[in-house]
């Protein structure tokens, strides 16, 4: 199971340089991405050069443009929206196999829904993994399902490898390694942690 460890905001780089030994994949967030642009990516990957990163661009549209800039910043993984068209996951597909590059189909739409996605679809070549992600924004709302965990065996079942994603921490950490994703995504118990470091190294030894 491999730990990525999730920066949303400017001072989360300073916790790159703690984490380097332990992260497994860096997820430059959605909010960094665009408080910074591109230039989040190359600077992580100065301070972590020997670590993935993941441009979590949450693409819908202009798949191609967002890939191309992405990948050409060193990202070796984006994010692309399950409700994108076909022609948008056909365009981001085709730039990742020309950069040797890997995909994440994100569900975070269809959080709450029964269906993730849809029965018969099949993923472009370069999508690797499927996020099983709970949207923030409902967490803060109230909402404290771990449904998104359970979910995780349903999708491994129709033959996706899952990313796990949203509000992962030490009380939950015990159900989420049970349910085995492939990817395990950590961000604000990492990050906003006293100590991120000894916060990361507890999560890391508790991984299979």
């Known amino acids: 199971m ?4 999730a920066l949303d905001k400017p001072e989360h780089l300073g916790v790159l340089p703690l984490i380097r030994d332990i992260a497994d994949i860096v997820e430059i967030g959605t909010p960094l991405l665009k408080r910074f642009g591109v230039s989040a990516l190359t600077t992580a990957k100065e301070l972590c050069p020997k670590i993935p990163l993941l441009a979590d661009t949450k693409t819908v549209d202009g798949g191609a443009f967002e ?3 992405v990948f ?3 990202a070796s993984f984006m994010t692309v929206l ?5 022609a948008t996951l056909a365009a981001v597909d085709t730039c990742a196999k020309r950069h040797g590059r890997a995909v994440v189909l994100d569900t975070i739409t269809e959080t709450g829904k029964d269906v ?5 679809f099949r993923l472009p070549e370069s999508f690797r993994y499927v996020a099983v992600h709970s949207s923030t924004d409902a967490r803060l709302a109230g909402d404290t399902s771990l449904s998104h965990i359970d979910r995780v065996s349903l999708m491994q079942a129709r033959g996706f490898q899952v990313s796990l994603a949203g509000g992962i921490g030490p009380d939950n950490l015990a159900a989420a390694v049970r349910a085995n994703p492939e990817i395990l995504v950590v961000g604000s118990a990492i990050t906003e942690a006293v100590s991120p470091l000894e916060a990361a190294s507890w999560i890391k030894s508790n991984l299979p």
């Open 2 to 5: 491999l730990l990525q460890i």
């Open 67 to 69: 890939a191309e800039l």
């Open 72 to 74: 050409g910043s060193d």
């Open 82 to 86: 399950s409700c994108a068209s076909e």
């Open 116 to 120: 993730l996605i849809p029965e018969g």
